[in-house]
Nanobody
Framework: VQLQASGGGLVQAGGSLRLSCAAS????????MGWFRQAPGKEREFVAA????????FYGDSVKGRFTIFRDNAKNTVYLQTNSLKPEDTAVYYC???????????????WGQGTQVTVSS
C-alpha cells in the first residue's frame, strides 16, 4: 500500500493550498481516509476525515470552516482544500487510510510520507 501526499508548500497567511493524497495497493473506495498534521514539538493532530463514499466528513475544531476534505474514488485520491491559512497551520500533513473515517490516529492502518505546509505571517 502506498499513500503519496503532495501539494504542500510555503504560503502567506490568508492563502490557500490544495493537498492531494494518491493511493495505490488498496481498494480505495472501501477505505475511510483522514488527514492529520504534526508540528515540531507537538503531538499529531486530527485535521479531517471522510467516509468511503464521501457522504460523511469530520473536522478538527481548529480547521472547521476553513478546510474541506473530499475524494475522487475514480482517481483513488483524497484532497484537503485549505483556505484562510494561519501560521499555526504550519506542520507536516499526513494522509491515512483505514476501515472507517476515524478521528484518532490509531484507527488508521496505512500512512503516507507527509507533505510540509508552511504559513508565513
Amino acid at each position: 500500500v502506498q499513500l503519496q501526499a503532495s501539494g504542500g508548500g510555503l504560503v502567506q497567511a490568508g492563502g490557500s493550498l490544495r493537498l492531494s493524497c494518491a493511493a495505490s495497493g488498496l481498494t480505495f473506495s472501501m477505505h475511510g481516509m483522514g488527514w492529520f498534521r504534526q508540528a515540531p514539538g507537538k503531538e499529531r493532530e486530527f485535521v479531517a476525515a471522510i467516509s468511503w463514499s464521501g457522504a460523511a466528513t469530520f473536522y478538527g475544531d481548529s480547521v472547521k470552516g476553513r478546510f474541506t476534505i473530499f475524494r475522487d474514488n475514480a482517481k483513488n485520491t483524497v484532497y484537503l482544500q485549505t483556505n484562510s491559512l494561519k501560521p499555526e497551520d504550519t506542520a507536516v500533513y499526513y494522509c491515512a487510510a483505514g476501515s472507517k473515517a476515524g478521528t484518532l490516529y490509531f484507527e488508521y492502518e496505512y500512512w503516507g510520507q507527509g507533505t510540509q505546509v508552511t504559513v508565513s505571517s
